[in-house]
């Protein structure tokens, strides 16, 4: 990964309002906001493991 993958993932991130600032949050509220990313990351793998698939039945009805 160079320095213009790190710049491109922030401005990426900056679009969703992450990263978030960390500083004033305590130790449960820390571990709830993780959870709760996590939570958003299964339900986006999930949404992409739905459109990869009809991806993949497109390109198979369409294949000559």
């Known amino acids: 990964m160079s320095v213009n993958d790190d710049d491109d993932g922030l401005k990426k991130a900056a679009e969703f309002g992450l ?3 960390l500083e004033g949050m305590s130790v449960d509220s820390l571990k709830d906001y993780r959870a709760a ?3 958003e ?3 986006v ?3 992409l493991a ?4 009809a991806v993949a039945g497109a390109e198979a009805l369409f294949k000559i």
């Open 50 to 53: 739905h459109r990869e698939g």
């Open 19 to 21: 990263p978030r600032n």
């Open 41 to 43: 990351i299964k339900h």
């Open 45 to 47: 793998e999930d949404a």
């Open 37 to 39: 990313l996590e939570a």
